[in-house]
C-alpha cells in the first residue's frame, strides 16, 4: 500500500526576547525543531514573516548539529504572512497551502498542522484552517513552571477536536432536519463519537419522519415510541413530538376507521406543503389530488359505500336517481363490480345530498379547472410544470373540503405537521 507522505506545517514566531533577539530566536528553533524531529515529517511548511524567518535558520542549525542538513524547497518552504494581525489574511495564506499540497494535488499526503508558535492571530488562523479541513493539530508541551516551556522537557500534544466536529455534525442535522433531509441525517448522526449527545434518539426521530414522509405510519410510529421526548435537545419542539406521537397512534391504533383516516389525510395536506416549500409544485400537486379523493372516499365509507365497489341497493334504500343508478350499472366490469373515480365521487356524494357534493357541484367549473391542471402536469398526463399560484389554489380547495369533511381537521393538521428546531437555539446547551 502506498504510504502517505507527511507535510508539517508550521506558523513561525520570533519567541520571547531572553536578553537579545537572537536569544529570542534561538528558544523559538530549538521548540519547532523538537516538534520536526517528533513528526519526522517529508517537509515543512512554514508560514513566517519577513522578520520570523530567521528562526528557520537557526532551525537549519540544529539540524547541522546533528550531522543533518535542512535545505531551502528541498526539505522546507516559507510561506510568508505581510499581515501578522489579520486573521482573514493569515487563514488564506494557509488555506492556500492546504489546496496546493492536498486538494489539487495528486499525491497521497497528510497535512500536520503545529500552531505553537507565531503571533496569537497567526496561531487561531492555522487552527481554524484545520478544524475546517479536518487536519491533525499539534503543540508543543512541556514543563512550563518556569512561564515558558522548559528546553529538553518539549512533548507534541496531539489535539483530538472530535467534540467541535460533533457539534458541527449537530448544526447540519438541524438544519437538514428542517429542510426535511432526513434521510441524510442518517449518515452524519451515525459519524458522532460524543456519547453525551443523544445521537439514538435523534437516529428515531429522523427514522419515523422518513418513514412517515413515505406514509409508512407503523414505522413511523415504532421510531417515535422509542424517542425519549425529556431529552434536553428536544426541549424546543418537545410539544409539537407529543402530538406527533398521538397522531401516529390515532392512525396505528385507533378502532375509529373515521379518526385514523382523518389523520391519514392530514398527513397527506402536510406533506405536500412540505414538498411546495421545497418548490415541488408537481410532486405537491399530485399529493393534493389523492388527498381531494381521499376526501370523498373517507365520506362514502360514512354511508358504507367504496369507490372501488359500488352496492346499488345501498344507493336504492338512500333514494338515489333511478338515472343515477343506470349510468352506474353500465360501468359494471365483468368481475362484477362497480368502480368510479374521483368526479363520479362527488356527483354520488351529490346524489346523497351531501355537503361535500354539494360544494363540489356548486364550484365545478372552478374545481374542473383545477383538476385540467393536475391532469396536464408532468407528474399526470402532461409535459407541463406547475407553479406556486396553482400549488395555492389547489390547497386552498382542499382544506376547504377537508374542514367540511370533519369539524377538527385543524387539529388533526396542526398534530400531523413536523416539528422545526429554531436554528437560533444554543447548540451548547445540548
Not at 216 to 237: P, S
Not at 332 to 348: P, Q
Not at 381 to 398: A, V
Request: net charge negative.
Amino acid at each position: 500500500m502506498r504510504r502517505k507522505e507527511v507535510i508539517l506545517f508550521m506558523t513561525v514566531g520570533t519567541g520571547i526576547n531572553q536578553g537579545s533577539e537572537e536569544e529570542g530566536y534561538k528558544s523559538m528553533a530549538n521548540k519547532l525543531y523538537s516538534s520536526i524531529n517528533r513528526i519526522f515529517p517529508n517537509f515543512v511548511v512554514f508560514f513566517a514573516t519577513e522578520k520570523s524567518k530567521e528562526t528557520i535558520k537557526y532551525i537549519e542549525e540544529l539540524f547541522k548539529m546533528e550531522n543533518d542538513i535542512f535545505v531551502e524547497d528541498e526539505d522546507y518552504e516559507i510561506k510568508y504572512i505581510e499581515e501578522i494581525d489579520d486573521f482573514n489574511h493569515c487563514f488564506e495564506i494557509i488555506e492556500q497551502g492546504i489546496w496546493f499540497y492536498d486538494i489539487l494535488s495528486e499525491d497521497n499526503v497528510e497535512i500536520v498542522m503545529d500552531y505553537t508558535s507565531g503571533t496569537k492571530t497567526m496561531s487561531a488562523a492555522i487552527a481554524c484552517c484545520g478544524m475546517m479541513y479536518n487536519k491533525t493539530l499539534v503543540s508543543v508541551g512541556g514543563d512550563r513552571s518556569a512561564g515558558l516551556v522548559a528546553q529538553g522537557t518539549e512533548s507534541i500534544n496531539y489535539q483530538n477536536l472530535y467534540k467541535i466536529y460533533d457539534k458541527f455534525a449537530i448544526m447540519r442535522v438541524r438544519s437538514n432536519f428542517n429542510a426535511n433531509r432526513f434521510f441524510t441525517n442518517i449518515d452524519v448522526l451515525n459519524n458522532i463519537v460524543d456519547s453525551s449527545i443523544a445521537k439514538d434518539d435523534l437516529l428515531n426521530l429522523c427514522k419515523s419522519y422518513y418513514a412517515w414522509e413515505n406514509m409508512d405510519f407503523n414505522e413511523a410510529y415504532n421510531f417515535m415510541t422509542q424517542i425519549n421526548m425529556d431529552r434536553l435537545i428536544f426541549y424546543e419542539i418537545k410539544e409539537e413530538l407529543k402530538k406527533n406521537l398521538k397522531a401516529l397512534g390515532a392512525i396505528c391504533k385507533s378502532k375509529s376507521e373515521n379518526l385514523k383516516n382523518c389523520y391519514i389525510l392530514a398527513s397527506l395536506i402536510n406533506n405536500s406543503i412540505r414538498r411546495a416549500e421545497e418548490y415541488k409544485y408537481d410532486d405537491a400537486i399530485a399529493r393534493l389530488y389523492r388527498a381531494f379523493e381521499l376526501i370523498a372516499q373517507i365520506r362514502l365509507y360514512k354511508y358504507k359505500l367504496f369507490s372501488s365497489d359500488i352496492d346499488v341497493e345501498i344507493l336504492k334504500n338512500k333514494g338515489v336517481s333511478v338515472e343515477f343508478i343506470q349510468d352506474l350499472e353500465r360501468k359494471r366490469e365483468e368481475d362484477g363490480k362497480i368502480k368510479i373515480g374521483l368526479i363520479k365521487d362527488y356527483n354520488l356524494l351529490y346524489q346523497l345530498d351531501d355537503d361535500l357534493g354539494k360544494y363540489f357541484i356548486e364550484n365545478e367549473n372552478r374545481i374542473r379547472n383545477m383538476t385540467k391542471k393536475r391532469n396536464e402536469s408532468i407528474l399526470a398526463h402532461g409535459l407541463e410544470s406547475q407553479d406556486k399560484e396553482s400549488f395555492d389554489e389547489f390547497l386552498d380547495l382542499i382544506v376547504t373540503l377537508a374542514k367540511k369533511l370533519d369539524k377538527d381537521m385543524n387539529k388533526f393538521l396542526d398534530e400531523t405537521k413536523f416539528a422545526k428546531f429554531d436554528l437560533k437555539v444554543d447548540i451548547n446547551k445540548d
